[in-house]
């Protein structure tokens, strides 16, 4: 499956942001969708996931309550919306599909390009 990030942009702490990640070249129902991010001299690190079907979620702590991941399996779109963004959620966001439902980043071995959010004050 072939993924497509965007969304990203420049905005002041608080504000908001949807990311999109559109998909082709395979049955987007079969994958677990998730969202990684990459700020810089960092690792790249587990955002959110999104089961298959009834889509089931996972988020880490620091995003807990202010992010969003949903799917379109109509669309073949998977979306983080983020609000209340703080100046530490600045990274490149990177989206992957894969076949196992968790959070390691070795279990997607389809990635999106990247697209970039800076949030500052």
Same mark, same amino acid.
């Given at each position: 499956?072939? &993924? ?10 608080? /504000?908001? &942001?949807? &990311?999109?990640?559109?998909? *082709?070249?395979? @049955? !987007?129902? /079969?994958?677990? &969708? ?11 690190? !587990? ?9 089931? @979620?996972?988020?880490? /702590? ?5 992010? @969003? ?14 609000? *209340?963004?703080?100046?530490? /959620? @600045? ?28 949030? !500052?004050?």
């Amino acid at each position: 499956v072939q &993924l497509q990030a965007s969304g990203g942009g420049t905005v002041q702490v608080g /504000d908001s &942001l949807r &990311l999109s990640c559109v998909a *082709s070249g395979s @049955t !987007f129902i /079969d994958y677990v &969708l998730a969202w990684f991010r990459q700020a810089p001299g960092k690792e790249r690190e !587990f955002v959110a996931v999104v089961s298959w079907g009834v889509g089931n @979620t996972d988020y880490t /702590d620091s995003v807990k309550g202010r992010f @969003t991941i949903s799917r379109d399996n109509a669309k073949n779109t998977m979306y983080l919306q983020m609000n *209340s963004l703080k100046p530490e /959620d @600045t990274a490149v966001y990177y989206c992957a599909a894969g076949r196992r439902y968790n959070r390691n980043k070795d279990d997607y071995d389809s990635w999106g390009q990247g697209t970039v959010v800076t949030v !500052f004050s």
